[in-house]
């Protein structure tokens, strides 16, 4: 008989196993982590007495700068056993680099399989591809490796180019697609652009990666209710992942959060005080990475900010939750005396009909608030709208949807894309943060 996941057991089970995979993770750092090792003498932490997810406020925070000044000392094995090598993307600074073992890309197929099990994917589903697995871009080799070890089939396409995808999902028939969901609209575009019956297409099931979908009551958000009415055929899927965690979190068919996988990651909601905030309340996410050789992670600051959801998943499995991201910690706005993050002004772009490209900007004013230009091109067919009349709509738009507005400046799509994709990012920039965080 078939050990049960430990994701449908009760929540005392999951919370003792956890436990049980803290204490190793410890002694594992201690005995090979020149980073860690330094920090448990430091501090004078004795790791036996480390025995219970609640004791970890006792271990300081890992930060990224700690990865950027010390990154080899967080390396735990020798570098001949590493056989590939990733960098993060870079959101917040310099790419940080990290190993993996044999043993962690195992555990990334792992994860990537129950991922893909958890929106519905099985053996026989065909996924096609639309991220790169090349740019040490950890999350492209991770879905492919997920993919083998779920026994289904992928089709390698890449990024980009609508009438390539249109071309492959003719000929191969995928069930599943997995992209940044705003380039969803742009197949659409496409597709009703040439004539593609796409509403009747092999496609069943879209899994977004790096923007949101839900808002914080798991409803569709403004990007995913577009999609949702151009393509009411397909079901929607939102994941969160990071390189730092080596993990994702993907929703199943009920939409009501992405599971965590207790095998593969602790995760505490850290409130302002640095101290676990009560379940239910936003906070930062910090993550403790289990069964990780080369470079394993000890309450590691994602930036990231949401909530934990703990109770029982209609799907059946027990492990707790992640709502969908707020946006990052470091990332907040105060704009004209409300508090937001930047994915709540994509959210206005994303669904602005005219708006082909545009990017974020926020500087520090000699008052202490923060300044706010939105730079937007306009789609051809509206070059020639009348300026103003362009940013009043966008303004009324962004005071219906966020109370407040900021400044609207209008470019050419050509300078705005030169922002949006520089030579070296595997992203495209959206948001630029010119303000002095010291």
């Not at 492990?319 to 206005?348: C, E, Q």
């Not at 303004?395 to 507005?405: E, M, T």
Request: with cysteine.
């Amino acid at each position: 008989m078939d050990k049960i996941d430990i994701e449908y057991q009760s929540p005392e089970e999951i919370k003792a196993f956890q436990e049980r995979k803290l204490q190793e993770t410890l002694l594992y750092l201690q005995e090979h982590s020149r980073y860690y090792r330094r920090m448990f003498e430091k501090c004078e932490i004795n790791i036996q007495k480390i025995r219970h997810i609640e004791d970890l406020v006792k271990i300081p925070f890992t930060e990224k700068k700690d990865l950027q000044l010390f990154n080899e000392d967080f390396l735990c094995c020798p570098k001949d056993k590493i056989v590939d090598y990733i960098t993060t993307s870079g959101t917040l600074g310099d790419p940080v680099t990290f190993g993996c073992t044999e043993n962690d890309l195992q555990r990334l197929a792992l994860n990537e399989k129950k991922s893909f099990e958890c929106a519905g994917l099985k053996p026989g589903s065909i996924l096609q591809l639309m991220t790169t697995l090349d740019k040490r871009f950890m999350a492209g080799l991770a879905y492919f490796l997920g993919i083998r070890e779920l026994g289904a089939s992928i089709i390698r396409v890449g990024n980009g180019i609508p009438e390539l995808q249109w071309d492959t999902i003719r000929r191969i028939k995928p069930d599943t697609i997995l992209c940044v969901p705003s380039f969803i609209l742009r197949l659409i575009q496409y597709a009703e652009d040439h004539g593609i019956d796409y509403r009747n297409s092999s496609v069943k099931r879209i899994i977004g990666i790096g923007e949101g979908l839900r808002d914080q009551q798991f409803n569709l958000n403004l990007l995913g209710r577009k999609i949702h009415e151009k393509w009411p055929e397909v079901q929607l899927f939102a994941t969160y992942s990071s390189t730092e965690m080596g993990a994702t979190f993907s929703e199943c068919p009920y939409g009501m959060g992405g599971h965590v996988h207790p095998e593969l990651i602790i995760v505490e909601i850290i409130g302002e005080d640095d101290l676990p905030v009560a379940d239910g309340e936003t906070g930062e996410v910090v993550v403790t990475t289990l069964g990780v050789e080369a470079m394993p992670l000890l309450r590691f600051r994602t930036g990231d900010m949401c909530a934990k959801v703990v109770e029982p998943c209609k799907c059946g499995r027990n492990s707790y939750r992640l709502t969908p991201l707020i946006g990052r910690k470091h990332n907040m706005i105060k704009l004209k005396g409300t508090t937001l993050y930047p994915p709540a002004i994509n959210d206005v772009l994303d669904n602005t009909d005219y708006i082909e490209n545009y990017v974020i900007y926020v500087q520090d004013t000699e008052s202490g608030t923060d300044d706010v230009v939105v730079k937007v091109g306009l789609k051809q067919s509206y070059e020639q709208m009348p300026v103003n009349n362009v940013i009043k709509d966008l303004k009324d738009r962004f005071r219906a949807r966020i109370r407040v507005a900021p400044r609207v400046e209008i470019l050419p799509v050509k300078e705005i894309a030169g922002i949006n994709f520089p030579a070296k990012s595997r992203k495209p920039v959206k948001f630029i943060d010119l303000r002095n965080h010291s």
